[in-house]
């Protein structure tokens, strides 16, 4: 094959994404994204442990006619697929969330805008007309909580999605290797009166990211404040970092509308537990008293099946998504997107499902 011929060649899966990705990102982005924690250990095994999962497909029930639309607070979607809140996107390309939320909403689907977004509240919900939801840490100043809960109220965001498994974070050693930092005119237009200069420095001993959190970010959190953010607003609230059963009811004990099963990409606790191996629990714990989504490791259609078998009702794709914007901005992350809901539809239909709810636990081989 001719080099010619290989660089017009079409990328096919998510998994071609991320390698035209490491070829045009400059290599300290690029690590900040992929990285994991530690050994990066839960990196490789939460890929793995969906793929550890087999189908036991049904036969003989005409998918002629399919449809995979769902409902989710409050939100009809086309395909139980949304985009997870993912920091710094404009480092992957110019145009940043906005391209991420143009590219949900042209595939039916919702987006959730981080915090560390590097576009504001407001610019996204007016780029996009699809479901916005808001990503919140929780900072030592709680008046800061507070503002950026009602600026996304007031933006017309209508679900709060609240990371819980990042009171310190995790030690990412390709950023200490790298000396991460985010360049100081990149904007990080919604941490409201943090200082985000330390973002833009080169720490020694450290990621900029880790520095700012340390100072900025409450190793205090509890579940009191999941009681005080009920307190400060309508949107409901999702729980962002649960892997236990117990942990899921307390949650919806504590006001939550529902949780989202996620190790935080693999950044946070090495050698964690997979969120396809702690979904069936959490599921199991919740009995349907709440929205259940699970992110960590999605690649393939064939992963969406399974998530929606083991109870789930919709699932996050962050990485991915972000090597399809630094490919080719809003068209690349779109036929990211795109790549994975074809995907889906065909895994459904072979596994005999028509809809979603279809998918259920009897799917899978014990």
Same mark, same amino acid.
């Given at each position: ?16 994404? /991320? ?323 074809? /995907? ?23």
């Amino acid at each position: 094959m001719t080099q010619d011929r290989a660089a017009v060649m079409p990328l096919v899966n998510l998994h071609q994404y /991320e390698s035209a990705a490491a070829e045009r990102l400059p290599r300290m982005v690029f690590d900040y994204y992929a990285g994991g924690a530690g050994d990066e250990l839960l990196l490789r095994t939460s890929r793995a442990a969906w793929d550890g999962i087999a189908i036991r497909y049904r036969v003989l029930r005409d998918v002629s006619r399919r449809s995979h639309r769902i409902e989710l607070l409050g939100h009809a979607l086309d395909w139980p697929v949304l985009v997870a809140p993912m920091a710094f996107q404009q480092l992957a390309h110019a145009d940043g969330e906005l391209a991420t939320a143009r590219a949900a909403d042209a595939t039916g689907t919702g987006f959730i805008l981080s915090t560390l977004a590097t576009r504001s509240i407001e610019s996204v919900r007016a780029a996009t007309g699809g479901p916005l939801w808001f990503q919140l840490y929780i900072y030592r100043d709680r008046g800061l909580t507070e503002a950026l809960v009602r600026r996304a109220e007031q933006a017309g965001c209508t679900a709060l999605v609240l990371t819980v498994d990042a009171p310190m974070l995790g030690r990412r050693e390709r950023d200490l290797l790298n000396g991460f930092h985010v360049p100081a005119e990149t904007p990080i237009p919604n941490v409201g009166a943090a200082p985000r200069d330390v973002l833009a420095e080169r720490v020694e001993t450290a990621s900029s990211l880790a520095a700012f959190t340390e100072r900025h970010w409450d190793a205090s959190i509890s579940w009191a404040d999941l009681d005080w953010l009920g307190s400060l607003t309508r949107m409901p609230i999702l729980v962002k970092g649960i892997v236990r059963g117990d942990d899921a009811v307390r949650a919806l004990q504590h006001g939550a509308s529902g949780v989202i099963v996620s190790n935080h990409g693999g950044r946070q606790l090495d050698t964690a537990i997979p969120t396809a191996r702690a979904l069936g629990d959490v599921a199991d714990a919740m009995a349907g008293g709440g929205a259940l989504l699970v992110d960590g490791g999605i690649r393939r259609g064939t992963d969406v099946v399974k998530a929606l078998a083991l109870g789930a009702q919709a699932v996050l794709l962050g990485r991915p998504v972000l090597w399809g914007l630094a490919v080719d901005g809003a068209a690349g992350a779109q036929r990211v997107l795109q790549l994975l809901k074809e /995907e889906c539809d065909l895994a459904l239909a072979l596994a005999g499902c028509r809809t979603p709810a279809e998918a259920t636990r009897d799917l899978l081989a014990p």
